[in-house]
């Protein structure tokens, strides 16, 4: 019943920007963390960032990002965003919303459900 679909990834060059859109079906983000997540060819999925459910939740970032991309959420519409500025070509990855279910938030087995993923592509 739950189904995250992420949306708003392209090609730029490095220093550029794109925001990105997670939709959730029904309650699926209600009382919910979200995170991102993003994986490229032959690395493992590795914790971009993390929102908790409510507006102006703790927020969390790993350290390549911190500065450079911002999670936020629209509860009213189901819709986890990040927005993703000064992008780096070491940015490229299918990158991946997930709803946080238990364990540590900066691991990818903490999370139960998984969106389908959005290409995002920066070049040099």
């Known amino acids: 019943q739950v189904q995250l679909v992420e949306s708003g990834g392209g090609l730029v060059q490095a220093g550029g920007f794109l925001k990105l859109s997670c939709a959730a079906s029904?309650?699926?983000?209600?009382?919910?963390?979200i995170g991102w997540f993003r994986q490229a060819p032959g690395k493992e999925r590795e914790f971009v960032a993390s929102i908790s459910w409510y507006i102006g939740g703790t927020t969390y970032y790993t350290d390549s990002v911190k500065g450079r991309f911002t999670i936020s959420r629209d509860n009213a519409r189901n819709t986890v965003f990040l927005q993703m500025n000064s992008l780096k070509p070491e940015d490229t990855a299918v990158y991946y919303c997930?709803?946080?279910?238990?364990?540590?938030?900066?691991?990818?087995?903490?999370?139960?459900?998984w969106g389908q993923g959005t290409q995002v592509t920066i070049s040099s």
């Open positions: 997930a709803r946080y279910y238990s364990g540590s938030i900066y691991d990818s087995s903490a999370y139960d459900v």
């Open positions: 029904g309650r699926a983000f209600n009382d919910y963390r």
